[in-house]
């Protein structure tokens, strides 16, 4: 059984910065690619960043030069680093993997709120 462990959400400022954290456990032999999603109040969840298993990244053009995704391949543990918050980050985010050959995984979301 592979579960997605996700940490770091909270309360900041407008300008502030905060660490998500996503820990997959279970049995995995390899993962293509890790991902953040986040999803507004009554808007669509949307992909925030993306990196494949050898360190290719992408992200949405509302988050770059703010967030930065990285990983750490021995723990299966995926991070997402955003600095510069603003009001239009607060979402519920999501964590998300694609193991090889497998379906994708989904994590049980952690809320991050911006406001002052």
């Known amino acids: 059984q592979v579960q997605l462990v996700e940490s770091g959400g909270g309360l900041v400022q407008p300008g502030g910065s905060l660490r998500l954290s996503c820990a997959a456990t279970?049995?995995?032999?390899?993962?293509?690619?890790m991902a953040w999603y986040r999803q507004a109040p009554g808007k669509q969840r949307e992909l925030v960043a993306s990196?494949?298993?050898?360190?290719?990244?992408t992200y949405s053009d509302s988050v770059k030069d703010r967030f930065t995704i990285s990983r750490d391949s021995a723990k299966n543990t995926v991070y997402l680093q955003m600095n510069s918050l603003k009001s239009e980050d607060t979402a519920v985010y999501y964590c998300?993997?694609?193991?090889?050959?497998?379906?994708?995984?989904w994590g049980q979301g952690t809320q991050v709120t911006v406001s002052s």
């Open positions: 279970g049995r995995l032999f390899a993962i293509d690619e």
């Open positions: 998300n993997i694609k193991p090889s050959f497998r379906p994708e995984y």
């Open positions: 990196i494949a298993r050898f360190g290719r990244t």
